[in-house]
């Protein structure tokens, strides 16, 4: 299975993807033999990958360097690029190759510290790939002096060097950045796309695969992890009985509290299961003595460790919240499509009697007020307002309509 089929719905950029990856190797082929350059090329050093969430911006990204550093025998033969099989594309998807480095944001930004090792290492030639990759997960996350950074990089690259920034829109990166790279801009993938994906690819039931698909209207990584994990698909019905249960303002603060307790239970999920084994990697890898005592002038790395592991707990919080939200924006455009009358499908069939039950009782402006309530709830947490008074600010309104 190639590392395209990770690519939901998107043919254009597939094939976008392909034709570059057939250049790219061409290019790294002839130099290796002495020959002569092709004149023209769909391979160039800077990648911009845009698309709302979901869509699959960090996946092409992934499958497109996977494509880079396949060492498949087929391409010889006239295959393309990106077997799947091979070490350079396993590797690459697993995010185990020595030439492929993952930048990610752990906090709400990404500093200019996390980036300089990267930057450095970017101007290397690769040590036993065929390209040098930096992909950049959370572009819009570079901070003015860490963008400053990846910019100076992607003005004069190395010769063999790739650089993949994912970004929700192209507005999101520095218009200096921007202009340097090749554009690529993903949709959201249909719902029977994505259903079709999780069948083949997780071997769901068609019936749930297609439930999960609707609920997160055609988010891939949430679509999949509704089909296969019942912890979220109860966190998700708690989530969406909250609009019922909001009668009196105390109701409202308890509903608020749930909900950022439920995220603060997955973040320290994630904490137990990464920080602990974090940390004692790092306490071999500096040479801790048996019994935890750490060598002198180690205490600074590990008080670094200590506070990307804080902002990384904060950020998983966050991520959570945002995933409710989205669930709630989408039961209320359901519940605005039973006022107007509509005849769009509708993601939350599961919670039918709740959604009749609100188009009856309210009216299509109020559910458009709470709409947007939800919306300056999201914004409050991009500013980083504390989320319990973020999110009990969003309950009330939510009452009041």
């Given at each position: ?13 597939s ?28 391979m ?9 969430p979901?869509?699959?911006r960090?996946?092409?990204?992934r ?83 860490s963008?400053?950074?990846v ?19 192209i ?26 994906m ?69 973040a ?33 790395v590990?008080?670094d ?39 769009i ?23 458009l ?29 939510l009452?009041?309509?």
């Open positions: 299975m190639s590392v395209w089929d990770d690519l939901v719905g998107q043919e254009k950029v094939a976008a993807l392909e034709a570059a990856a057939r250049d790219a190797d061409r290019l790294v082929t002839a130099a290796a033999a002495d020959e002569p350059l092709p004149e023209a090329s769909k160039t050093h800077a990648w911009l990958f845009t698309g709302p979901g869509a699959g960090n996946q092409a990204a499958a497109f360097a996977a494509a880079l550093q396949c060492v498949s025998p087929d391409r010889a033969l006239g295959g393309t690029p990106g077997c799947g099989f091979c070490d350079g594309c396993h590797t690459a998807l697993l995010g185990t190759h020595a030439d492929v480095t993952t930048v990610a944001a752990v906090g709400s930004e990404i500093l200019v510290k996390d980036m300089r090792d990267t930057v450095r290492k970017s101007f290397t030639s690769p040590a036993n790939g065929r390209w040098q990759i930096i992909l950049v997960e959370d572009a819009e996350r570079l901070n003015e002096k963008a400053n950074a910019l100076k990089a992607v003005e004069e690259p190395a010769p063999r060097t790739v650089w993949l920034l994912c970004a929700p829109s507005e999101d990166v520095l218009p200096t950045i921007r202009s340097r790279c090749r554009h690529l801009n993903l949709s959201t993938p249909s719902v029977a796309a994505v259903a079709d999780l069948v083949r690819r997780d071997g769901i039931e068609p019936q749930v695969a297609e439930a999960a698909a609707r609920a997160t209207q055609g988010h891939v990584d949430r679509a999949r992890r509704l089909a296969t994990d019942p912890a979220a698909r109860e966190r998700r019905a708690a989530v969406l009985k909250l609009p019922l249960r909001l009668d009196d303002i105390g109701a409202c603060l308890k509903a608020a509290q749930e909900l950022v307790d439920a995220a603060s239970e997955d320290k999920q994630l904490a137990e299961e990464m920080d602990g084994k974090e940390t004692e990697e790092l306490k071999a890898a500096l040479g801790a003595a048996q019994g935890g005592r750490m060598p002198r002038g180690t205490a600074g590990m008080k460790l200590e506070d990307m592991q804080k902002r990384r707990r904060t950020r998983t919080q966050r991520d959570s919240l945002d995933v409710a939200l989205g669930d709630l924006t989408g039961f209320y455009r359901d519940v605005l499509a039973l006022q107007l009358g509509s005849r499908a509708l993601a939350n069939e599961d919670a039918g009697d709740a959604l009749e039950r609100l188009a009856r009782a309210g009216s299509a402006e109020s559910t007020r709470r709409i947007e309530a939800i919306a300056a709830c999201r914004e409050a947490l991009d500013r980083n307002v504390a989320p319990l008074l973020a999110v009990e600010a969003m309950t009330m309104a009452r009041a309509g």
